[in-house]
């Protein structure tokens, strides 16, 4: 029994790396077509283990020279006091307790959006572990705490706060803003559905230094709530390099393709 434990032990860790190796790979890609870019847009699938490591090594790289970096979250503003706890914290088991002890984080089934997983936490703990290592790291919610309105409501309130957030930044900061992709959005696509925000969180704020890319895989699941949430198969495609655009109309300035995608886990309840 001991060899099996240690054998899956071993499994896990040669995955691990090399997920890393892609998020490493892909954050490079990405970092090459933003350029000079101070405020980077990442529209995600939710629910899966690579996007976090991605964001983990972007904010990473960025920081690595001294560079002040916000990450901005599609969480509950609500959340920010907690956070900033944790962040403050030595990253304990209990500090980690009273994170996901709170009502956010305890979501469970089918009712799950795929926005909260033991992937994010370990994402937050990596950065909590920079951050006290003296990189200028910060880590803060965006999201209206309600969204009674409507989706184009809930776009503008956050659209509102994201901005609020980076002009009240350094002129030598970067933000990195992590959303479902179609908040990431430069314009609504012709032919979406009537539901949809006419204008995304992202067209609203393409007056600042904006970078808009669009997250997306060559294989493997994501996790999404249509009649209920559950994890859903993405359409194999062939390996491709990075795609740039710059017409008027454009949805995103980049599209980057991982090589695959899996379903994150989901917190423990």
Request: hydrophobic share 40%.
């Amino acid at each position: 029994m001991r060899s099996i434990f240690r054998w899956t032990a071993a499994l896990m860790l040669v995955l691990g790396m090399a997920f890393s190796a892609q998020a490493d790979d892909t954050a490079a890609q990405i970092r090459q077509h933003a350029a000079d870019h101070r405020m980077l847009v990442l529209g995600e699938y939710h629910g899966t283990r690579q996007t976090p490591l991605l964001v983990r090594q972007l904010v990473d790289d960025y920081s690595r020279d001294g560079t002040p970096v916000l990450l901005a979250l599609e969480l509950p503003r609500a959340e920010n006091p907690s956070l900033r706890d944790y962040l403050d914290s030595d990253g304990s088991p209990a500090a980690r307790q009273r994170l996901q002890e709170r009502a956010y984080w305890t979501v469970r089934d089918d009712q799950h959006d795929g926005r909260r997983s033991r992937d994010m936490l370990a994402m937050i703990e990596s950065l909590r572990a920079l951050q006290a290592q003296g990189r200028d790291i910060g880590i803060v919610g965006y999201d209206v705490d309600r969204s009674d309105d409507g989706n184009q409501a809930r776009d503008e309130g956050m659209a509102i706060e994201v901005r609020r957030l980076y002009q009240g930044l350094p002129d030598t900061a970067r933000m990195v803003v992590l959303s479902g992709n179609v908040h990431a959005m430069l314009q609504r696509p012709e032919g979406a559905p009537p539901e949809m925000q006419m204008q995304p969180m992202a067209s609203l704020l393409r007056d600042l230094d904006l970078y808009s890319v669009r997250l997306e895989a060559l294989r493997g699941q994501f996790w999404a709530c249509l009649d209920r949430c559950k994890a859903l198969p993405l359409r194999d495609q062939v390996a491709r390099a990075p795609q740039a655009d710059t017409e008027a109309g454009r949805q995103y300035d980049l599209w980057a393709w991982m090589p695959e995608l899996s379903v994150g886990t989901l917190v423990d309840p």
